[in-house]
């Protein structure tokens, strides 16, 4: 329904970025069509707008490849504050698993049986956010060293749980 709503939609204000790095180039397109301009409206509660974002990939190749998202939205916003929403969105996502697999080794797990691998996975994420708690301004990695070579470290990283 929203892709068909935002093709017949006609004339919609829209926001562009352009990055270039690491042997590519991005375009992303951020609109928004509030919820009186959608036909057949889902009924979610507290529906307010559907957002659009287009990215349009270059590698340096030439290759380009395109993915667009559909965002619910409880608010309307402007496309440039949706854009920059979303980009805020990723930036965590990514900082997330990229301490997970830097920091925690997760992408060399080969744990496959049975529930193990989502059981690991909700272990690293709790150690994660207990390091992350831990008021001391050192990396993630720093403070999972000190708690293997000092025993009264380790418990007070559970002290400062919340």
């Known amino acids: ?6 093709a017949a939609a006609g004339e919609i204000a829209g926001f ?9 180039t991005e375009v992303r397109r951020a609109s928004v069509l509030p919820l009186a301009r959608l036909k057949d409206a889902p009924a979610f509660p507290g529906l307010k707008a559907i957002g659009r974002v287009e990215a349009l990939r270059t590698t340096a190749d030439g290759k380009t490849t395109t993915s667009v998202r559909y965002i619910a939205l ?3 916003l402007t496309p440039n504050k949706l854009a920059e929403t979303v980009r805020a ?8 698993h990229w301490s997970l697999d ?5 992408d060399d797990a080969r744990t496959r049986k049975d529930n193990a691998p989502q059981n690991l996975a909700v272990i690293r994420r709790l150690a ?8 001391l ?9 000190r ?9 007070e990283l559970f002290t400062h749980m919340r």
């Open 102 to 106: 830097v920091v925690f080794h997760e």
């Open 74 to 76: 409880s608010k309307v």
């Open 16 to 24: 562009e970025t352009r990055d270039s790095g690491h042997g590519r």
């Open 89 to 96: 969105h990723w930036t965590i996502e990514n900082q997330l």
């Open 1 to 6: 329904a929203a892709e068909k709503s935002f």
């Open 147 to 155: 708690a293997n070579w000092s025993k009264d470290f380790f418990y």
């Open 128 to 135: 994660q956010n207990i390091l992350a708690a831990h008021p």
């Open 137 to 145: 301004d050192k990396p993630i990695a720093s403070k999972m060293r």
